[in-house]
């Protein structure tokens, strides 16, 4: 069951990471984007990362996102043009080429690794928003703090930034 | 290893793949919000990572440094939006050929 789900969402995070760098569009690039960021909060939570793959839902495919697509309508972005490829050999050979060095690569890491054992869903329950509260709040005190100041500086930023000139 | 259990290292790899688009999208689109995007990619890739090496040492440090991934990529998110509409609003283009004011 464990194998099962993570190749199906594996396939789908894939499949839409493929088709958010060839989709001529933003809209269907950001789509994709949710897709990706979907399966991953599956495979989160097979690997016991309950709190981690609610925030990446709540926060990746729900605030980000959100975000992207509000700037890419509010700026009506189209399409881009289509530039001409530099070299016919290039097209052909690329991505069967980029296949062939990606399984080698993965057989090697397979290889080369020794071989712990695999993951099992519900083998590690550490991830409850408890065990990651209590990290943060004591373990990581200071870097969570300096992180708000970074999310002031952003919205500080972005306002900035952002902001009709007034005169 | 029964067949129960899925391999580490097969996430390992579709981390690396992800990754591995990502950096595709972001040398070879021309648009800057998919240039944006392909770097959120990215960042999401290593956040599995991340989120995998914790399982393997049943820590929850990897689930801690996702958190301010996930909080550092708002941030990011927010202004790198903010610096396009500006773009957007000074040269009326989206294509990152035709900004290069910083060229030469």
């Known amino acids: 069951m464990d194998v099962i789900l993570f190749l199906l969402f594996a396939a789908i995070a894939v499949a839409c990471g493929v088709n958010l760098v ?21 495979l989160y939570l097979l690997l016991g990362a309950e709190f981690i793959a609610a925030a990446q839902v709540i926060v990746y495919a729900g605030a980000i996102m959100v975000l992207f697509l509000f700037v890419i309508m509010l700026l009506n972005a189209g399409g881009e043009p289509k530039t001409p ?59 969570f703090e300096i992180t708000s100041v970074l999310i002031l500086i952003a919205i500080l930023g972005a306002i900035v930034l952002a902001r009709k000139e007034i005169d | ?25 972001f040398l070879f689109r021309r648009n800057i919000i998919t240039v944006f995007m392909s770097i959120e990619l990215m960042l999401n890739a290593v956040n599995l990572s991340f989120v995998a090496f914790s ?39 989206l294509q990152i050929d035709d900004v290069d004011s910083m060229k030469n």
Do not use: C
Request: hydrophobic letters at 55%; charged letters at 10%; glycine letters at 10%.
């Open chain 1, 22 to 42: 060839v989709q001529k569009h933003p809209i269907a690039s950001a789509l994709s984007l949710v897709g990706v960021m979907g399966s991953l909060a599956v």
């Open chain 1, 85 to 143: 490829g530099k070299s016919r050999m290039a097209g052909l050979l690329g991505i069967p080429l980029m296949a062939v060095l990606l399984g080698l690569l993965s057989y090697l890491v397979q290889r080369a690794l020794p071989k712990p054992a695999g993951v099992t869903f519900g083998a590690f329950t550490g991830g409850k928003p408890y065990d990651v509260g209590k990290a943060i709040f004591t373990e990581y005190m200071l870097p």
């Open chain 2, 1 to 25: 290893m029964t067949m129960t259990s899925v391999p580490l290292s097969w996430y390992l790899i579709l981390s690396a793949v992800l990754f591995t688009l990502g950096v595709a999208g």
């Open chain 2, 55 to 93: 399982y393997q040492w049943r820590q929850v440090d990897g689930h801690v440094y996702t958190f301010f991934v996930m909080v550092v990529a708002a941030a990011e998110a927010a202004v790198g939006l903010a610096i396009i509409l500006t773009v957007f609003k000074n040269r009326a283009t």
